[in-house]
């Protein structure tokens, strides 16, 4: 019984010195880039295009150009 005890003691000790005693070490990763394609919305002013805006969005990008068109802007939309 008095080995018992004294296996089950140094058994404890060693799982919870074994827990203690490890390094916390964190995997920290990149950050990740949520989209790849930027889109610019380009106008046509004095005969030169100029970029109006950069966009990470197509949809963004196309609602932008519309409202351009419909203030009478020439506008293109180029991607990247």
Known sequence: ?????????LLGTGLT???TLAPATA???PPIERFHH??????LRHGCWECYGSYYDRFEADRIANHLRCEGRAVEIRGW
């Open 1 to 9: 019984m008095f080995r018992r005890i004294i296996l089950t003691a």
């Open 17 to 19: 010195a074994g827990l």
């Open 27 to 29: 995997d920290a990763h």
């Open 38 to 43: 930027r889109f610019e919305v380009v106008v």
